[in-house]
């Protein structure tokens, strides 16, 4: 892992196409701009987390005797 | 051909009923073929892993409860997939359904995509914060019925 620090307005960089851009640093919060070319795949930690754990709980749906008939038209 | 189920037993699936994930579910990356079985009740369907027999999703068309759904991805993610159309897309949501029943959740936030065309499928990543992971598909369907009328 790369640990380093910016200031505001400072850069990253990541391969010749990826640009992360410190915008705003107000307490613990941190604003960023991502530029990207739009094949990465780019998203908060805990959407990530959270499609993983519902994959999981989806996993281990209690399959009852017959599943429920939804009333579709 | 002949496979083993977590839900119906040994089936008898055609090999049009197989896809392929070659990056699996986010949590399971190890599990990259299944089939889509249709459930005994409709509109559920099996996506039943050949790989672990006891590795089973449900699913359910996301469109059939809420017709607002709208997913905005990128034509260089779906490529992955060798998505040249829209036409070629079929959408799954994952159903979660606890242990008491109720309630019956569908995943909106990260649908499987399937390109019908040469059956490669993938679990995309909904950035719209509308779509959330746990959708009560009954009383969202209510709540549909209700504003119609």
């Not at chain 1, 307005?9 to 960023?32: A, H, M, P, S």
């Amino acid at each position: 892992m790369l640990i380093l620090s910016r200031k505001t307005n400072q850069k990253i960089r990541i391969n010749d196409d990826i640009e992360i851009t410190i915008i705003d640093v107000r307490g613990d919060q941190v604003k960023i701009g991502i530029t990207a070319p739009r094949s990465v795949k780019v998203f908060r930690e805990e959407v990530y987390i959270g499609i993983q754990r519902e994959n999981e709980a989806a996993s281990k749906s209690t399959v009852p005797k017959s599943l429920p008939a939804l009333p579709f038209r | 051909m002949e496979i083993k189920t977590k839900a119906l037993g040994v089936i008898s699936i055609e090999r049009e009923q197989i896809i392929t994930l070659e990056r699996g579910f986010f949590g399971f990356p190890k599990y990259h073929q299944f089939a889509l079985i249709d459930a005994e009740q409709k509109p559920f369907v099996y996506i039943q892993s050949l790989e672990e027999q006891n590795l089973s999703f449900i699913a359910i068309d996301p469109f059939l409860f809420r017709y607002d759904y709208e997913l905005d991805i990128e034509d260089a993610i779906l490529s992955e997939i060798g998505v040249e159309s829209a036409a070629d897309v079929l959408v799954f949501a994952l159903v979660t359904i606890p242990s008491e029943g109720t309630p019956i959740t569908a995943n909106l936030q990260g649908p499987l995509i399937i390109n019908k065309k040469n059956r490669q499928a993938m679990q995309a990543v909904i950035n719209d914060p509308q779509w959330k992971t746990k959708h009560d598909i009954l009383a969202e369907m209510n709540t549909r019925e209700n504003t119609s009328c």
